[in-house]
């Protein structure tokens, strides 16, 4: 029996929902139910998560090429559903110019690269409602990293190797044509075991992206099936494939595999077991160079944090890395990288000027429960910053780039009386003392507020008094500085505090009513320079109509 026959016997291509290929099986999941099918090569009817799976015999003939060609039918076919949910819905919550999903959820920032004149950056989307389903991948282009513009939706989970789920990954840009290596999650029968692969997809010409399949198929040993999100870069005359691994000892760490050709890939190891127990998984590895200095950047999971305060298990931060003459990579000194509630899946990339770039996913795995969730839509990325290493330290700074939107500028002395700024949206400067606190976001009730501990020398950031739902609610970081100087972005949903010259940076999505546009400072005035921000001229998000 064909393909095609198998394919009428589910109700057509049409009614296809989900494509299987497990060992020497073809399972089809649909979207109606139909009869069982009756021919020799049918095996069973199976229900998993309340949806409905037909499993074949699968066809001796079927051929890779086969294969893909059907992937191409569904990525069309999902592709065209998803058009309805490219429309940004509106929302008191909507950020006015960091990025954000029109609906449903976004999570990781990837294939973040400068190519062909122009910045790209996809993000991981599931369109049809807040919760972790089926990622699909958005594709963005910036000429200044500041006005972007929705291209595509770039990849659907359409594949047998990634129907679950196009997880993250990176981007290669090689002249013309730029490489997206990514992780294809899927679930296989009502226990839903995970199968891993590592995949590449090929954009020439349009830019559109083209799957060329799995490049690494089977796991590594000692490692579990959570083994994905390849960080793709050159050294020498080998490309090196970091991943983020998890031991069958549950213990994190970073595998490694080197090619020549980008297509053919040889495992070389597991690394970072200097730093010992550190976590059960590690995601989202980057690495790159910065003053000097090589560090890998990751995501642990399951590390203890030093607060009470801070009872999530997910953190983000880099290491020094060290390479050696051979294939070896050690790593020491692990620092957080954002100290805030939210702040996850940092990923970078170098600019034509030689700057290192930043944007992370403003969300966490496990958090979906915020107040845009009840208008349809979740999640958004940071502002993008510019790393550096000076004298021992990594530093973040917003991109210079945004001091277009600047709206208006002037000078203010912050009271305990209320100053009402009027908007959401908003660049502020200031330097505390300790005993001082600042209060944003202020009015109907609310208010978020930031303050320097005199008692503990922390910078206490405590999210208590705004609509947030999430179990934490204060953040704090230690600063051994006499004062405390503030860059604060704020925009309608969220803040980023860059402290001390970016030497620290607190995160988080913070929910309040339209009329808490307030600020004031207790403990002493202050001095701060207030700049208003605008919308960019073409948002991305106001342009998702194709």
């Given at each position: 029996?064909?393909?095609?026959?198998?394919?009428s016997l589910?109700?057509?291509?049409?009614?296809?929902?989900?494509?299987?290929?497990?060992?020497?099986?073809l399972?089809?999941?649909?979207?109606?139910d139909?009869?069982?099918p009756n021919a020799p090569?049918?095996?069973?009817t199976i229900?998993?998560?309340?949806?409905t799976?037909?499993?074949?015999?699968?066809?001796?003939?079927?051929?890779?090429?086969?294969?893909?060609?059907?992937d191409?039918?569904l990525?069309?076919?999902?592709?065209?559903r998803?058009k309805a949910y490219q429309?940004p819905i509106e929302s008191?919550?909507?950020?006015?110019?960091?990025?954000?999903p029109?609906?449903?959820?976004l999570?990781d920032?990837?294939?973040?690269?400068?190519?062909?004149?122009?910045?790209?950056?996809?993000?991981q989307w599931?369109p049809?409602?807040?919760e972790?389903?089926?990622k699909h991948?958005?594709?963005?282009?910036?000429d200044?990293?500041v006005?972007?513009?929705?291209q595509?939706v770039a990849l659907?989970?359409s594949?047998?190797?990634?129907?679950?789920?196009?997880f993250?990954?990176?981007?290669?840009?090689q002249g013309?044509?730029?490489?997206?290596?990514y992780?294809?999650?899927?679930?296989i029968?009502p226990?839903?075991?995970?199968?891993t692969?590592?995949?590449?997809?090929?954009?020439?010409g349009?830019?559109e992206?083209?799957?060329?399949?799995?490049?690494i198929?089977?796991?590594?040993?000692?490692v579990?099936?959570h083994?994905?999100?390849p960080?793709v870069?050159k050294?020498?005359e080998?490309w090196?494939?970091v991943?983020g691994a998890?031991t069958?000892e549950?213990q994190?760490?970073?595998?490694v595999y080197?090619?020549?050709?980008?297509?053919?890939?040889?495992?070389?190891?597991l690394?970072g077991q200097?730093?010992?127990?550190?976590?059960?998984m590690?995601?989202?590895?980057?690495?790159f160079?910065?003053?000097?200095?090589?560090f890998a950047?990751?995501?642990?999971?399951g590390?203890?944090f030093?607060s009470?305060?801070h009872?999530?298990?997910?953190?983000?931060?880099?290491?020094?890395?060290q390479?050696g003459?051979?294939?070896?990579?050690?790593?020491?000194?692990?620092?957080?990288l954002?100290y805030?509630?939210?702040?996850?899946?940092?990923?970078?990339?170098?600019?034509?000027?030689?700057?290192?770039i930043l944007?992370a996913?403003?969300?966490?795995?496990d958090?979906v429960d915020?107040p845009?969730?009840?208008?349809?839509?979740?999640?958004?990325?940071t502002?993008?910053?510019?790393?550096?290493?000076?004298?021992?330290?990594?530093r973040q700074?917003?991109?210079r780039?945004?001091?277009?939107l600047i709206?208006?500028?002037?000078?203010?002395?912050?009271?305990?009386a209320?100053?009402?700024?009027g908007?959401?949206?908003f660049d502020l400067?200031?330097?505390?003392e300790?005993?001082?606190?600042?209060?944003l976001f202020?009015?109907?009730?609310?208010?978020l507020?930031?303050?320097?501990?005199a008692e503990?020398?922390q910078?206490?950031l405590?999210?208590?008094?705004?609509l947030?739902r999430a179990?934490?609610v204060?953040r704090?970081?230690?600063?051994?500085t006499?004062l405390?100087?503030?860059?604060?972005l704020?925009?309608?949903?969220?803040?980023e505090i860059f402290?001390n010259?970016?030497q620290?940076?607190?995160?988080?999505r913070?929910?309040?009513s339209?009329?808490s546009?307030c600020?004031?400072?207790?403990?002493?005035?202050v001095?701060a320079?207030l700049?208003?921000?605008k919308?960019?001229?073409?948002p991305?998000?106001n342009?998702a109509?194709?």
């Open positions: 029996m064909s393909i095609q026959q198998i394919f589910c109700g057509g291509v049409q009614n296809i929902a989900r494509v299987l290929l497990p060992d020497d099986k399972i089809i999941e649909v979207k109606h139909v009869e069982e090569e049918f095996i069973k229900e998993v998560q309340g949806e799976q037909l499993v074949f015999r699968r066809p001796a003939d079927l051929t890779f090429d086969e294969a893909l060609a059907l191409q039918t990525a069309a076919l999902q592709k065209h998803a429309t008191e919550w909507r950020p006015s110019w960091h990025i954000s029109p609906i449903g959820l999570n920032p990837n294939g973040f690269i400068y190519h062909n004149g122009q910045y790209h950056l996809f993000y599931y049809y409602g807040c972790h389903k089926d991948w958005v594709l963005l282009t910036s200044d990293l006005n972007w513009t929705w595509r659907t989970p594949a047998w190797f990634d129907s679950h789920g196009v993250s990954g990176h981007s290669v840009s013309d044509t730029l490489y997206t290596f992780t294809g999650n899927t679930r029968g226990q839903r075991d995970r199968h692969t590592q995949c590449v997809a090929i954009a020439k349009d830019g992206l083209v799957k060329q399949g799995p490049i198929e089977g796991l590594p040993p000692g579990t099936e083994i994905r999100d960080k870069f050294r020498g080998l090196w494939m991943l998890q069958t549950l994190g760490r970073l595998a080197t090619s020549r050709d980008l297509k053919h890939w040889d495992y070389q190891g690394f200097e730093l010992g127990d550190f976590g059960y590690w995601e989202c590895p980057d690495m160079e910065l003053g000097g200095q090589d950047m990751f995501c642990p999971q590390i203890e030093e009470p305060y009872t999530i298990g997910h953190h983000n931060g880099l290491a020094k890395a390479f003459d051979e294939i070896t990579l050690e790593l020491s000194d692990f620092q957080a954002d805030g509630f939210d702040f996850y899946a940092p990923q970078t990339m170098q600019a034509p000027d030689g700057r290192r944007c996913w403003m969300g966490l795995p958090e915020q845009s969730s009840d208008e349809g839509w979740a999640h958004q990325l502002c993008f910053r510019q790393l550096d290493y000076r004298d021992g330290v990594v700074y917003p991109i780039e945004l001091e277009s709206e208006t500028q002037q000078s203010v002395v912050l009271t305990e209320l100053h009402d700024v908007v959401q949206s400067s200031l330097t505390l300790w005993g001082q606190s600042l209060n202020e009015g109907d009730g609310h208010q507020v930031i303050k320097a501990n503990t020398h910078l206490i405590d999210r208590s008094e705004t947030n179990a934490d204060i704090e970081v230690d600063i051994d006499d405390i100087e503030l860059r604060i704020a925009d309608t949903s969220s803040v402290i010259q970016g620290y940076v607190m995160t988080s913070v929910f309040t339209k009329q546009t600020m004031s400072v207790l403990g002493g005035d001095n320079c700049k208003t921000l919308a960019p001229k073409a991305f998000a342009e109509t194709a």
